[in-house]
């Protein structure tokens, strides 16, 4: 019990950090960080590899909460030099990282979606972490992926998802450019990469979300692409239904 209060504490006096901004603070409700590292069975002295961090809102609790005693991999996409999303990407998360000594002991890698990429060390990681990307690397990317996180991770280890869920309602054919991803296609290609599905959450449920907006899933906060046109009504939906899977490497 000692333990794992150690843990907790060091999880909420990374969500509390002076660093996070308000902005970002504010998405704790939808996000649930605390609760949804203590499902993935998050440690302080876990070495952790958050796949695609984009702008850091993750990366901003893993950083010191592994600071003094575990490791943090960013796998993000590189910067190939290029005028394009990537590589934007990666230059803007590097300016955050050495913009705060809270980051100094982050180490970043090259991810590239449906291309084998060497997340971590082969066998060094005990939790491989991936937040609303699925929808963003299709069937095939995600299928590599999944073969990347399960090379990194040693034996025991923890591949952890959170991504919108798509409605059965509807179909990944059909319906993939909403944004959102069937959650059986999830547990089936991260069994097809070797893992065992361990549980399901509902931490990240919405039962507001029906799915089904003009605009997929960036029609929900935070994106609101529809600007002011309906604001009030998304808002009151709030962040998107989110699937929440725990996978082990056996």
């Known amino acids: 019990m000692l333990m794992q209060a150690k843990e907790e504490s060091a999880l909420a006096k990374a969500i509390e950090a002076k660093h996070r901004s308000e902005s970002n603070k504010m998405r704790d409700q939808y996000r649930n960080p605390m609760e949804t590292l203590a499902f993935f069975g998050f440690k302080p002295d876990m070495t ?3 796949i695609a961090p984009g702008g850091g809102w993750y990366t901003e609790i893993l950083a010191p909460a592994l600071k003094d005693k575990g490791m943090l991999y960013g796998a993000h996409y590189p910067d ?5 999303y990537y590589s934007k990407s990666r230059q803007k998360l590097e300016k955050k990282l050495a913009g705060n000594d809270v ?5 970043l890698t090259n991810f590239t979606p449906k291309k084998p990429s060497e997340l971590a060390p082969e066998g060094s990681a005990d939790l491989v972490l991936t937040f609303r990307n699925l929808h963003n690397w299709g069937e095939e ?12 991770l040693k034996p025991g280890g923890v591949l952890g998802v959170v991504e919108h869920r798509m409605p059965e309602t509807q179909t990944w054919p059909d319906d993939k450019r909403n944004g959102y991803f069937p959650e059986e296609l999830a547990v089936d290609l991260a069994t ?5 599905l361990a549980a399901k959450s509902e931490i990240n449920a ?4 029906t799915a089904d907006h003009p605009k997929g899933v960036w029609t929900l906060p935070p994106s609101l692409q529809l600007k002011e046109k309906d604001k009030e009504k998304y808002l009151a939906i709030g962040e998107s239904d989110r699937m929440t899977l725990k996978f082990v490497k056996p």
């Open 48 to 50: 952790v590899v958050e």
């Open 192 to 196: 097809a990469a070797g893992f065992t």
């Open 103 to 107: 980051y100094s002991k982050v180490k």
């Open 206 to 209: 919405n039962p507001k979300d």
């Open 141 to 152: 990317g995600v299928a590599q992926v999944f073969k990347d996180a399960y090379k990194a």
């Open 80 to 84: 190939t030099g290029g005028d394009d």
